[in-house]
C-alpha cells in the first residue's frame, strides 16, 4: 500500500499547498487581535516562567532587588569601591568561597561602616552584614555562602561619609545550596 | 589577619525532618563579634545564607599587644568565645 501512497499525482500537491497556506492565514487573522493587545507592553515574568521554581526564583529576584534599592536609596554609586571573587562555577551551593576588599583608605571618614552581601534568587536574600571600623586596617573578608540557583551575588558597601558602592558577580550554582 | 571556624549546623527553618516531615526550628550563629583588648572592632551578623560551619577570615591592624576576643552569639542568645593573645614589638605605627 505504502508503494501507492508515494505516488502522487501532481496536482494533490498543489491543492495542499493551497490549503496549507489558507489556513496560516485564517491562525493569522485569529492571533491578530490578540497580538495587537499585547504588543505595548512587556508580558510579566510571571508568564515567561515554564515551571513553578521558575516562578519562585523571579519572585525571590524581585524581592532581593527591593532590598537592594532601599540600601541605595537612590545615591550615586562609587565606581571600583569593592573588588570581590567568586568562582564562575560552584558545584555546591551549600559553601561558596566568596571574597572581598573595599578599596579606601580606613582613615577617618572614608571606611565602610557595613558591607552587605545579598544573593539575588535566595528564599532570604540578605547572607550576611560586616561591620568595619578603621581599627581593621582594611576591610577585607573571605566567608563561604549558600547559593539558592545561579545567579549574581551583590556587595553593597555604605561608607561612613556617606556614600555607597555596589559590584555585582555572577555565579553558576551545579547543585542548589537548599537554603 | 584572624581567621576562624565554628562547628555548627546553622539550621535555616526552612528545611524538614525527613521522617516527620515537621519543620527544623532555625538556630544559627547570628553574630560574630571580635574585641581588641575588651574594645568591638569588627563584628557580622549572619543569615540564613550563611553555609554550615561558618569559616571567617578578616583584617585587623596590630597596634599594640593583648587579647583578641572573638565571640559568637547565636539564636537563643548562646555565647561561644575563643581568643588569642598578640604581641606587638617595635615602636607603635600611627
Known amino acids: 500500500m505504502s508503494r501507492y501512497r508515494t505516488v502522487m499525482h501532481p496536482t494533490h500537491i498543489h491543492r495542499r499547498k493551497v490549503m496549507l497556506s489558507a489556513g496560516a492565514s485564517a491562525l493569522a487573522l485569529e492571533c491578530g487581535p490578540l497580538l495587537a493587545q499585547t504588543s505595548g507592553s512587556v508580558p510579566p515574568d510571571e508568564l515567561l516562567a515554564t515551571t513553578p521554581q521558575d516562578a519562585a526564583l523571579i519572585v525571590n529576584r524581585r524581592k532581593a532587588e527591593q532590598i537592594v534599592a532601599n540600601m541605595l536609596k537612590g545615591r550615586a554609586l562609587r565606581d571600583g569601591l569593592i573588588e570581590a571573587t567568586v568562582p564562575d562555577i560552584a558545584e555546591d551551593g551549600s ?16 571606611y565602610p561602616e ?18 568595619f571600623t578603621p581599627a581593621c586596617g582594611e576591610a577585607a573578608v573571605v566567608f563561604r555562602c549558600r547559593m539558592h540557583a545561579s545567579s ?20 553558576s550554582v551545579t547543585a542548589s545550596g537548599c537554603i | 589577619m584572624i581567621k576562624c571556624l565554628a562547628e555548627h549546623v546553622m539550621q535555616t527553618g526552612r528545611r524538614r525532618n525527613p521522617e516527620t516531615g515537621e519543620l527544623i526550628p532555625r538556630f544559627l550563629i547570628e553574630r560574630l563579634e ?31 599587644s593583648g587579647t583578641i576576643e572573638i565571640i559568637w552569639i547565636e539564636t537563643d542568645g548562646t555565647r561561644t568565645t575563643a581568643s588569642a593573645e598578640i604581641e606587638v614589638m617595635g615602636p607603635r605605627v600611627n
Not at chain 1, 103 to 109: A, I, L, P, R
Not at chain 2, 34 to 63: E, I, M, T
Request: glycine share 6%; hydrophobic share 45%.
Open chain 1, 95 to 110: 559553601a561558596v568561597p566568596v571574597s572581598f576588599l573595599v578599596n579606601c583608605s580606613m582613615k577617618n571618614d572614608d
Open chain 2, 34 to 64: 571580635c574585641q581588641y583588648n575588651g574594645k568591638v572592632v569588627f563584628y557580622a551578623d549572619w543569615f540564613n545564607g550563611v553555609s554550615a560551619n561558618p569559616y571567617l577570615r578578616f583584617k585587623l591592624r596590630a597596634v599594640e
Open chain 1, 152 to 171: 549574581n551575588l551583590s556587595f553593597v558597601a555604605n561608607m561612613a561619609d556617606g556614600t555607597v558602592g555596589m559590584t555585582q558577580r555572577f555565579v
Open chain 1, 114 to 131: 557595613t558591607v552587605h552581601v545579598i544573593g539575588m534568587v535566595n528564599p532570604t536574600p540578605e547572607v550576611a552584614r560586616y561591620h
